[in-house]
């Protein structure tokens, strides 16, 4: 099974501050990653797919890079709304997986 | 609107059975993958299950296989997840979540609320 590994697990941070959080994959996965976000008590919410494309309805001060193994999730200007848990999830090879989370909590 | 609704959680014994479905509507149901997906209390989120638009291809996270079984009917838009010899290990929250495309590596682009599953002695 392919390994993501997500950094860091947790992290505080002020409105306003830009916000990075990578997912590192055990085996090239191109550019098969996806980006969720779940707030506590509710169901995961698509945010990035393919490692780069913003879904529909989602603000643009969320955005996704990278391919091969490394990718990196941004939030340009923290909103008190995005106050959650982010997962990234690689689709590249069954079993699908996900990484360990990292929880965004408020300064 | 696309609406998924999880049903048929509820607290089992270790080493019995229990058989949830998820109801969808708002879209050509038949035309997507779809899956299982669990998130044990406190924990990060665990893919269970995926099943192809068709229904022909099941596919399994190691740690279900040869206990679970995914299904779907097409004609009444519900998907399926029959649990049998469960382990306390199976207790978490189950989310049925639609693909994008008809097979279920793509992303999951809309999910249930959600229904709880919990095995105790």
């Known amino acids: 099974d392919i390994q993501m590994t997500q950094s860091p697990s947790s992290l505080s941070a002020s409105v306003g501050d830009r916000v990075i959080i990578t997912c590192q994959a055990s085996?090239?996965?191109?550019?098969?990653l996806n980006w969720y976000q779940q707030k506590p008590g509710r169901a995961p919410k698509l945010l990035i797919y393919g490692a780069s494309n913003l879904e529909t309805g989602v603000p643009s001060r969320f955005s996704g890079s990278g391919s091969g193994t490394d990718f990196t999730f941004t939030i340009s200007s923290l909103q008190p709304e995005d106050i959650a848990t982010y997962y990234c999830q690689q689709y590249n090879t069954l079993p699908i997986t996900f990484g360990g989370g990292t929880k965004v909590e408020s300064k | 609107e696309v609406q998924i609704l999880e049903s048929g959680g509820g607290l089992a014994q270790i080493g019995g059975s229990l058989r949830l479905s998820c109801a969808a509507s708002?879209?050509?149901?038949?035309?997507?993958?779809m899956n299982w997906v669990r998130q044990a209390p406190g924990k990060e989120l665990e893919w269970v299950s995926g099943?192809?638009?068709?229904?022909?291809?099941?596919f399994y996270a190691d740690s279900v296989k040869g206990r679970f079984t995914i299904s779907r009917d097409n004609s009444n838009n519900r998907l399926n997840l029959q649990m049998n010899t469960l382990r306390a290990e199976d207790t978490a929250t189950y989310y049925c979540?639609?693909?994008?495309?008809?097979?279920?590596?793509?992303?999951?682009?809309?999910w249930g609320q959600g229904t709880l599953v919990t095995v105790s002695s």
């Open positions: 099943i192809t638009s068709g229904g022909g291809r099941p």
């Open positions: 979540a639609k693909g994008r495309y008809g097979d279920p590596k793509s992303e999951m682009d809309h």
């Open positions: 708002g879209f050509v149901f038949r035309s997507y993958a």
């Open positions: 085996q090239v996965i191109s550019i098969f």
